[in-house]
């Protein structure tokens, strides 16, 4: 009942910039928090940049300074923007999302949610 779709990635060159966004739809009653995560080929998956509700952001060592988490809550809406880009940032972007949800069988319900991925390839 909840959809996250993922937009943004692409090819850049080293130094370039792209903006992803991921937004949610659904049957929300709030959303707890947003985070994007990426996966490079043979690493595991690891934490980029977190977003949760009424808390401070914080990021990974590897793209501090250089990457900036925003949110629009009245859109569902988190964006990652991403500067002075380098190849080590190559990987698939996922979106995370802690939505608490509300129905007649269930009551309130609290489910992780993850975004399909998008490729983010940066170039020397």
């Known amino acids: 009942q909840v959809q996250l779709v993922e937009s943004g990635g692409g090819l850049v060159q080293a130094g370039g910039s792209l903006r992803l966004s991921c937004a949610a739809s659904?049957?929300?009653?709030?959303?707890?928090?947003m985070t994007w995560y990426r996966q490079a080929p043979g690493k595991q998956r690891e934490l980029v940049a977190a977003?949760?509700?009424?808390?401070?952001?914080n990021y990974a060592d590897s793209v501090e300074g250089r990457f900036t988490n925003s949110r629009d809550n009245a859109e569902n809406t988190v964006y990652l923007q991403m500067n002075s880009l380098k190849p080590e940032d190559t990987a698939v972007y996922y979106c995370?999302?802690?939505?608490?949800?509300?129905?007649?069988?269930?009551?309130?319900?609290?489910?992780?949610?993850w975004g399909q991925g998008t490729q983010v390839t940066v170039s020397s």
């Open positions: 995370n999302a802690r939505i608490t949800s509300w129905d007649l069988k269930r009551g309130y319900y609290v489910y992780d949610y």
């Open positions: 977003f949760p509700s009424g808390g401070s952001r």
């Open positions: 659904g049957s929300i009653f709030s959303i707890n928090a």
